[in-house]
């Protein structure tokens, strides 16, 4: 058990997904690495994590599908997704955003800048699930 | 060097079963546990499998993984 989060970070480019895996550590995550949508995806369902760092453009199953199927099952909905990709294209970014990422990454990232970012959105996430808590035991049964 | 399933041969059935389980659930430090453990049966192999998990390359081992699962091929 850790308190910082548990991360996923997602990406094809084996030189990527280290920096983004040694950053992420660095900063005291519990990070696990997938090189391909199918283990990420495997690997989330059958043990959520806190935050999801997806790339876009991967071989078989992109960031999108990957992300499409995050949303789509019970265990995964609620995680949020950042996505980190070279692509940023409004029409892409707001593709994004309808199939559920809560933010966006452009790569080349400074890495005080997706530091930021993951900490922002495991707190907001923190703080919706109190909310979501507090709200369901204050309805009428 | 390329890995092939006659490569694991070596390995006992129960820690080829850790190996495929700890990389599917990408867990660095349980894979390399298990990766600890294969020195004591072949060194090459150890190494060879060291490489890939370094460039996260799990999927070129669960492939080298399944044959064994679903019976020898011959």
Same mark, same amino acid.
Request: with cysteine.
């Given at each position: 058990m850790t308190d910082?989060?548990?991360?996923? =970070?997602v990406?094809? !480019?084996? =030189? @990527?997904?280290?920096?983004? !895996?040694?950053?992420?550590?660095a900063e005291g995550y519990e990070v696990r @690495?997938?090189? @391909?949508?199918e283990l990420a995806l495997h690997a989330a369902i059958s043990n959520p994590p806190d935050l999801v760092l997806l790339d876009i453009r991967m071989p078989e199953m992109d960031g999108y599908e990957?992300?499409?199927?995050?949303? =789509?099952q019970p265990a995964t909905r609620d995680v949020p997704v950042i996505f980190v990709s070279?692509?940023?294209?409004? @029409?892409?970014?707001?593709?994004?955003f309808e199939i559920g990422a809560v933010d966006f990454v452009t790569k080349p990232y400074q890495r005080d800048e997706l530091l930021a970012r993951v900490r922002t959105h495991l707190e907001l996430t923190a703080c919706a699930t109190i909310w979501r808590t507090w709200w369901m035991s204050a309805q009428p049964s | 060097m390329a890995?092939?399933?006659?490569? /694991?041969?070596?390995?006992p059935a129960d820690l080829c079963r850790e190996l495929h389980d700890a990389l599917e659930s990408l867990?660095?430090?349980?894979?390399?546990?298990v990766i600890q453990q294969v020195e004591a049966y072949d060194s090459a192999l150890h190494?060879? /499998?060291s490489r890939l998990v370094e460039n996260f390359d799990y999927p070129a081992i669960l492939k080298a993984l399944q044959p064994k699962q679903t019976g020898n091929m011959t």
């Open positions: 910082k989060g548990k991360i996923l =970070a990406d094809d !480019t084996p =030189a @990527s997904l280290k920096l983004l !895996t040694d950053i992420l550590k @690495s997938a090189i @391909s949508g990957v992300c499409r199927r995050l949303k =789509a070279a692509v940023m294209e409004t @029409s892409e970014k707001v593709k994004g | 890995l092939t399933s006659e490569m /694991l041969a070596v390995l867990e660095g430090e349980r894979i390399a546990a190494k060879t /499998l």
